[in-house]
């Protein structure tokens, strides 16, 4: 099953995501990064989902 966007996904040693990964490194590169979410509400999300969308809203 393809991920929903509630759960955080598989972890490296480092504890990052290979998603999260990519996302800071095109961050890093100064690339143009495209995000699409289901919904605004965090309803389902795991704690770990909902810190990372507040990251990337600029809110942590």
Known sequence: M???????????A???SPTEREFDLATAEGKYRLISRATAKATGRTARVTARVATIQGRN
Do not use: I, K
């Not at 991920?3 to 972890?11: A, L, Q, V």
């Open 2 to 12: 393809p991920p929903t966007g509630n759960d955080y996904g598989s972890e490296n």
């Open 14 to 16: 480092g504890g990052l």
